[in-house]
Nanobody, 121 residues
């Protein structure tokens, strides 16, 4: 089974940037797609961006124009470039396999430990 491991989180000031990495232990085409989720304290986990194996992408409204999902097939890695960060982006960020059912993205794998992103005001 291909595993996914997140990295790249940290502390950044508002307006700054970070790039998160999701490294797969095998080919990323083992999955229908890969998504980036986040969970802030006291809130439900939410999908912020996803990329299907065919290359189509999804962004939550809250991150459109600020976050970019991309992939490096040779490195079996999916990235989340985050720019113009806001304090409300503070959360633990996770990557997970995703599938699409009824037009909606659903998580399709097990959750890792995630990577903490903290945005100071």
């Amino acid at each position: 089974q291909v595993q996914l491991v997140e990295s790249g989180g940290g502390l950044v000031q508002a307006g700054g940037s970070l790039r998160l990495s999701c490294a797969a232990s095998g080919t990323i085409f083992s999955f229908n797609g890969i998504g980036w989720y986040r969970q802030a304290p006291g809130k439900q986990r939410e999908l912020v961006a996803a990329m299907r194996s065919i290359g189509s992408v999804y962004y939550a409204d809250s991150v459109k124009g600020r976050f970019t999902i991309s992939r490096d097939i040779a490195k079996n890695t999916v990235y989340l470039q985050m720019s113009s960060l806001k304090p409300e982006d503070t959360a633990v960020y996770y990557c997970n396999a995703v599938t699409v059912r009824g037009g909606n993205y659903e998580s399709a794998g097990s959750w890792g430990q995630g990577t903490q992103v903290t945005v100071s005001s």
